[in-house]
């Protein structure tokens, strides 16, 4: 990527080219409504401290809200038709979806039952979640143990692991080959009109003052930084997740769904491998920098835990681990979309607290929607938008992990 903006103005902005940025960028190129110019500017076009490159691609349906459930479902179909909606190119890959499902296990009757109201919600979407006794569980698969598990839902249907990187990779380029330019540099403050009611331009770390009839925020883990350009302050704040790949001694002769632990690990397939991610037990904001691993956190909380679920994981070998950011939202650890009240022109696409891949799809189609004709035309998006912050009214998901 270049540097230097082609051009000195453009009708949209965009603050950062990872998973959402580019995904926005491609469906404005992609909105048959929309014929304007667009800038992304990416500080690190190798996105090597991107979420977007420590994702582990998880896709569910597993959602308690309505709203959350859909946004899944339209993933799941573009990914599952990923070469057509992209226009049938045939240098597209196809993505399959590799459908093992999440595996939420209750072990208090409290839990199982907001898992059973969940189920029903997920079943009326069309989900094909199942509520399922810890008999039943067993029964499907023998290896957990469920000694103290009274229930759990799951679903083998558009539900556990897609490859995301191609996804991105193939918006950037097709949203290039359209014409969406993308830059490496850095924006480093912005100016408003005298009203304070729009963002007139950005300032470049290289010096270049780009006018912008559009900014999006889409800068991950620093969106408040590059909110508080435009006076505008969002609760998202980069925390650790760690994610870890084992190999095990014994394994098994089937699919590991995507389980959750009622302690908050979670493990999976991976392959001929297996993955397993967790918090840690502290869980403060980091330096945006800060990508060092807990080596203790291994060994002293996810191992242990991982063999008394499942007995077959005392003998296990870690071959691999990372520490990555999650953009979370401390305000209700969901999705902040949408424009600001005051500030009209300035978009969100922002605080995604680990769905960020799954629900990048709907986002970016939405988002695009927004700009071109500042209505949502598919999925009403308008729950995740900031005024909920400014109101104090938190969008409950009680699936959150």
């Not at 103005?9 to 959402?20: N, R």
């Not at 650790?240 to 908050?264: C, N, Q, V």
């Not at 996810?302 to 990555?324: C, D, H, T, Y």
């Amino acid at each position: 990527m270049t540097q230097t903006p082609v051009k000195e103005t453009y009708d949209v902005v965009i603050v950062g080219g990872a998973m959402l940025g580019s995904s926005v960028a491609w469906f404005l190129s992609d909105n048959p409504d929309f014929n304007g110019s667009v800038l992304v500017v990416e500080r690190d076009p190798t996105y090597e401290f991107t979420s977007t490159s420590h994702t582990n691609s998880c896709m569910r349906q597993q959602f308690s809200r309505e709203i959350n459930v859909r946004i899944s479902q339209f993933a799941a179909d573009f990914v599952k038709n990923f070469r057509s909606y992209m226009g049938g190119d045939e240098r597209v890959p196809n993505i399959p979806i590799q459908s093992y499902g999440y595996m939420y296990l209750a072990d208090n009757a409290e839990f199982a039952a907001t898992l059973r109201e969940s189920q029903q919600l997920q079943a009326a979407c069309g989900a094909g979640t199942k509520h399922m006794t810890r008999d039943e569980i067993a029964a499907a698969y023998p290896f957990y143990n469920l000694d103290d598990i009274i229930a759990g839902n799951h679903n083998l249907i558009d539900e556990g692991y897609f490859d995301g990187n191609t996804l991105f990779d193939w918006w950037k380029r097709s949203a290039r080959e359209r014409g969406v330019e993308y830059v490496t540099n850095e924006v480093v403050a912005m100016t408003k009109n005298a009203t304070g009611t729009r963002v007139e331009s950005v300032t470049l770390k290289s010096g270049e003052v780009i006018a912008c009839g559009t900014i999006v925020n889409a800068s991950g883990p620093r969106a408040v930084l590059t909110s508080r350009m435009a006076g505008i302050e969002i609760p998202v704040e980069p925390r650790k997740r760690y994610t870890y790949i084992f190999e095990a001694e014994k394994p098994f002769d089937r699919d590991l769904p995507l389980t959750i632990d009622p302690s908050g690990v979670h493990m999976r397939t991976d392959g001929t491998y297996y993955l397993a991610g967790s918090p840690p037990d502290d869980d403060p904001a980091v330096d945006y920098n800060d990508f060092t691993q807990d080596h203790s956190l291994w060994e002293n909380k996810v191992w242990p835990i991982l063999a008394n679920r499942i007995p077959q994981f005392e003998a296990i070998k870690l071959r691999n681990s990372w520490a990555g950011h999650y953009a979370y939202n401390t305000f209700d650890q969901n999705a902040i979309v949408g424009p600001h009240a005051e500030v009209s022109n300035f978009l969100f696409v922002n605080g995604f607290s680990g769905h960020g891949f799954q629900q990048s799809p709907a986002m970016g189609r939405g988002t695009a929607e927004w700009i071109a004709h500042g209505e949502y035309r598919t999925l009403d998006l308008t729950p995740f938008h900031f005024d909920r912050i400014v109101n104090g009214t938190k969008f409950v998901e009680k699936a959150v992990i």
